[in-house]
């Protein structure tokens, strides 16, 4: 099969290069799964994960990206809860070998079927932004109705799923990013946004939930922004600035069938709307890794090209 692969962390987006591997070998209560869209995240090269297996053995050559929407191909020894053909969607393993290939082998857990009118695009742009969205504002944050959320960087793939899910709950919400930004994120439904180049961040005032994805300066200084008892929230870095009379959390997103569903039920609503960028086909996933890209939505890797009698049978 044909996949990306990468062998040398220092080499950046670089190193990464279309590759023939073996096929997958199918575990106990693993799925292979024939990709047909994939999901990836700039940062991961340089995750020990992308290098070393649990034990922190090499690993390399490795398969980056571990967002994905496909059809099971194959079940592993005392795999339940998947039929082989049916579509499926979620987000691999960080130690194993991701999803920018035309097969890959993922634990059952970790994969939730896909509904016949979702597209694979648009559900491999779900995985880790729909599920970092919501376990930072209410797993983490607890945000509830009536309460007041910061989200930063409200246009891209995780804030903008972020924004609709604080809305829909009844939040308050206070958008921020670039002046480019705002349109689309008063679009989805934010009460207020703010100009990171040119507003001051302190005007958002105090909030119960500050959502963070930036890091650096923008996380430290939102610590200020959480009142008493509130959160402020993370991803992009354990935070150095604490919030005078509340909590703040780092953390790393976790791969949940159950709220995949739920997630995927939104979109089929029309509640929730994944913002997606460029697509591009397996073969150019080296130019889309580059720094820069990926400003106006999630890139995805389409795996397997249009065809209007493969449409008919995913």
Known sequence: MQAITVRDPDAGAEGLALTDLPHPHVAENDVIVRVHAAGFTRGELTWPGTWTDRAGRDRTPSVPGHELSGVVEELGY???????????FGLADWSRNGALAEYTAVEARNLAPLPADVDHVVAAALPISGLTAWQGLFDHGGLTAGRTVVIHGSAGSVGSIAVQLAREAG??????????????ALGLGADIFLDLESDRLEDAGEADVVFDVIGGEILDRSAALVRAGGTLVTVAEPPTVRPENGRAVFFVVESDRGR??????RVRDGRLRPTVGEVRPLAETPAAFAPGRGRHGKTIIRVVPDSPSRAGRQ
């Open 171 to 184: 939040a308050r919400v206070i958008a921020t990013g670039r002046s480019a930004d705002r349109d689309t």
């Open 260 to 265: 995949l569903t739920d997630l995927v039920r």
């Open 78 to 88: 005392g795999t339940t809860g998947l039929t082989v053909g049916q579509r499926v």
